[in-house]
Every structure is written in structure tokens, then in C-alpha cells.
């Protein structure tokens, strides 16, 4: 078992920054790979950028390319989002994710992780 728990949601104006950690414990961290997903009212949950178990590469969907930042710290089995230029469109809610290194997709969907956190509220105001 993997026990992930986010923080650093909040509220925020459109242009500002915020920073998600992901805190994990239970199995060897540094074999999984990360995932952060998010969940607006209404909408499916969405993948939003990923991270192999090393750190070595990281992914992004176009939307947030350019302004989000995944990283990981496998010393202190945490990881984290760094969201730049906000918009009203980011509002969601935002989970962290863990599946084993060996069955890692690049930027799958909800169905490839095996780990969820508890999500942490991110608001945009205009």
C-alpha cells in the first residue's frame, strides 16, 4: 500500500501561483511513478502532468504546459506542482497518484494508478 497526502490548495487570483505537495508513505517511493490529476464540478478527472519513479522525465498535457512544474523529491518520498499564471480554468480539484515503476503509462488515465490521495481544492478567481 502507498498512502499519498496532498496540500497547498487554496484560493488565489488569475496570474498567481500555488504549490501542490504529495506526500507519500508505505512502499518504496522511488518505484513508483507520480501522477497529478485534477477534477473540475461536473467534468471527469484529468491527468495533468506525470513523473517517472527517478525524476528523470516528466510530462504535461498542453494546457498547463508552460506554466505547471512536476517534481519529486525521493529522499523525503514527496512530490509536487508548481502552478504559475493561474486561470479560472484551473479551479479544480487536484489528486496525486502512484502506480508501480513496471506499469507505468505515460500520462494514462485514472484506470493506470493504483494510489489516490484524499485531493486538495485549488480556486481561481477572476
Known amino acids: 500500500q502507498v498512502h499519498l497526502v496532498e496540500s497547498g490548495g487554496g484560493l488565489v487570483q488569475a496570474g498567481g501561483s500555488l504549490r501542490l505537495s504529495c506526500a507519500a508513505s508505505g512502499r518504496t517511493f522511488s518505484s513508483y511513478a507520480m501522477g497529478w490529476f485534477r477534477q473540475a464540478p461536473g467534468k471527469e478527472r484529468e491527468v495533468v502532468a506525470a513523473?517517472?519513479?527517478?525524476?528523470?522525465?516528466?510530462y504535461y498535457v498542453d494546457s498547463v504546459k508552460g506554466r505547471v512544474t512536476i517534481s519529486r523529491d525521493n529522499a523525503k518520498n514527496t512530490v509536487t506542482l508548481q502552478m504559475n499564471s493561474l486561470k479560472p480554468e484551473d479551479t479544480a480539484v487536484y489528486y496525486c497518484?502512484?502506480?508501480?515503476?513496471?506499469?507505468?503509462?505515460?500520462?494514462?488515465?485514472?484506470?493506470?494508478?493504483?494510489?489516490w490521495g484524499q485531493g486538495t481544492q485549488v480556486t481561481v478567481s477572476s
Open positions: 513523473i517517472s519513479w527517478t525524476g528523470s522525465s516528466t
Open positions: 497518484a502512484a502506480v508501480h515503476s513496471s506499469r507505468w503509462i505515460r500520462l494514462g488515465g485514472t484506470s493506470t494508478y493504483d494510489y
